[in-house]
């Protein structure tokens, strides 16, 4: 029983006393969140393998380095992060640099979202590479080192090959959860797709919610099942015959 | 494969039988009213001081008061002295879904009162007319919005003040940055760190964050009258029954003058929680619509 007038059309609509149409802020809004949840991928991707390696060295200081960043990151809340790298950051440095990030710093929401998000994810990515690496036999390690590679070079052509092969599904899931995470940057202003869904389900067309949120919930599964081909596809081009991810 | 597809096919019938048992029409609202014995109400959490919770979370507000007035009419025409009213909170993006569902029957909060929201409910005469204008911090220079030039203005997402300065934008050639935040707390701030310059709102609203502001003297609400919207409480669409009784009760409070004190009571005076008072006195609009009450929306 309900009297819910269903209106499919509403996203064809033009914004009232503009130019502008409900799908072009939706289409707008689809734009920066991809922008966002790239831009903080390559930021969560490089940061977290350096992390994950640091946790996984046989140097004390530097693997505490290490652990103390992704349990910092890791048990923070992103919606408050967000929140203090936009809201509370500024207010702790000195005015000038303060006064700079509110006022001159070039898109200042999205360049907050795209380093609020790319390290949170860091911390998460780093805890996989961590875990790809440790997965592998140790004797994998040492036939690097007896074989004459110093540390670094074992890592680089020993180690992290494998383990980043190995943890390609795990970083599958962390990579479209950046696009369903990157929808927190709403509370500091960013217009991406889910501040857009907002938008015209306020007062802009009240009328018909539940037909906008169906529609941007569909643009959603369809980014996130595009990166999930994605990664399947590299994770089938980088087979390698007769090992771990290789098998089958 | 077959099993994947019955699996899809049986996903997709739900959802469309799903929409086709929402298109049933529904039963007027006073026989449903008189059919379980129950009224439901929804209210607002913190829209001060229209409908919000008390220190007991307790709805209050004036809105809420109309609305008992209300509900003292339906006992009377249902002759059901014990009716049983259902207090149901609302959000700004559910109220009308639960109305249409039929989970409240009238909702007492701050809604405008719009064509757009008229093609899925209906609304009493209005109740409150609030005028759109700017918070600034105190000392800024904002006397037209020719001065907000190069400045930037936050509208609270969900809003349409955005929209009003664009719309003044083109005529003015004035180059206003927008920037947004997620409620209206957080808009407000945006102004007092200076993230931006102004804050374009309801009044009402914008009275009631100075009130609660460490320092009120530090923020002034300036410039000239953007948009006057009235507000409305809302009903479901085509129930002239049930209309008739809203719009009786409060066309009646508003000829004897009764809703002046309600006015008073909550415009006037110290409210709770805090016991702050918004000292915003009726404005002509105001005034003009309880003489004149109407149901137009904007």
Redesign the interface.
């Known amino acids: ?7 499919w059309g509403i996203i064809l609509q033009q ?4 130019e502008e149409f409900y799908y072009q802020w939706l289409i707008s809004g689809l734009g920066w969140t991809i922008a966002t949840a790239l831009s903080a991928w390559v930021i969560a991707l490089l940061l977290g393998s350096l992390i994950g390696v640091l946790r996984t060295l046989p140097s004390r200081p530097l693997s505490f380095i290490g652990t103390a960043y992704v349990e910092l990151f890791r048990n923070i809340p992103l919606i408050v992060q967000l929140f203090i790298w936009f ?1 509370v950051v ?2 702790l440095v000195p005015t000038v640099v303060g ?1 700079w990030m ?2 001159d710093m070039p898109l ?2 999205f360049t907050t979202a795209v380093f609020g998000l790319g390290l949170f994810t860091a911390a998460r990515v780093a805890e996989q590479v961590r875990t790809g690496i440790l997965t592998l036999p140790r004797g994998q390690k040492n036939a690097g080192l007896a074989l004459g590679l110093t540390l670094g070079q074992t890592y680089r052509h020993v180690l992290l090959p494998m383990a980043f092969r190995i943890v390609i599904p795990p970083l599958t899931s962390e990579f479209m959860n950046i696009f369903k995470n990157s929808a927190v940057a ?2 500091i ?1 960013l ?1 991406e797709l889910t ?1 857009q869904m ?2 015209i ?10 037909e906008v949120m169906t529609l941007v919930s569909l643009l959603y599964l369809s980014v996130a099942l595009s990166v999930n081909r994605i990664m399947a596809f590299i994770e089938k081009k980088s087979r390698v015959p007769g090992y771990i991810s290789g098998g089958k | 494969m077959f099993r994947k597809a019955t699996l899809i096919m049986a996903a997709i019938s739900g959802v469309f039988s799903v929409a086709a048992s929402a298109e049933d029409t529904t039963l007027p609202t006073l026989q449903k009213i008189k059919a379980s014995g129950i009224i439901n109400v929804g209210h607002r959490e913190s829209s001060i001081p229209f409908s919000y919770l008390d220190d007991k979370q307790k709805p209050i507000g004036y809105s809420m008061d109309l609305c008992n007035k209300i509900i003292e009419n339906v006992k009377k025409d249902l002759n059901m002295p014990s009716l049983k009213v259902n207090l149901v909170p609302v959000t700004s993006a559910t109220r009308i879904p639960l109305m249409t569902n039929g989970t409240v029957d009238l909702e007492c909060g701050s809604t405008t009162n719009s064509m757009e929201r008229q093609k899925q409910v209906a609304f009493g005469v209005a109740t409150y007319v609030a005028p759109v204008r700017m918070l600034v911090k105190a000392g800024t220079k904002l006397d037209s919005l020719d001065d907000l030039n190069g400045k930037a203005v936050v509208t609270t997402t969900g809003t349409t003040s955005d929209q009003l300065i664009r719309k003044n934008e083109k005529g003015m050639n004035i180059d206003v940055k927008n920037v947004y935040a997620k409620d209206h707390a957080e808009s407000f701030l945006m102004v007092e760190t200076g993230r931006a310059d102004a804050f374009v709102m309801d009044e009402i609203l914008l009275a009631g964050f100075i009130a609660n502001a460490k320092n009120p003297k530090d923020f002034a609400i300036v410039g000239p009258t953007l948009r006057a919207e009235p507000y409305g409480i809302m009903l479901r669409k085509d129930d002239p029954a049930f209309k008739k009784v809203v719009d009786d009760t409060l066309k009646g409070l508003m000829k004897s003058g009764e809703i002046n004190k309600i006015y008073q009571k909550w415009f006037l005076s110290p409210i709770p929680p805090k016991n702050i008072n918004l000292s915003l006195p009726m404005s002509q609009e105001l005034k003009n619509a309880f003489t004149n009450p109407s149901d137009k929306g904007v």
Do not use: C, H
């Not at chain 1, 029983?1 to 209106?7: E, L, R």
């Not at chain 1, 914004?15 to 503009?18: G, R």
């Open positions: 029983m309900s009297t819910y007038q269903w209106d914004v009232p006393e503009s809201f500024p207010e006064d509110k006022r200042p929401e709403l509370v202003g217009t501040f907002k938008q389900t306020g007062d802009y067309a009240p009328s018909n919610p539940i």
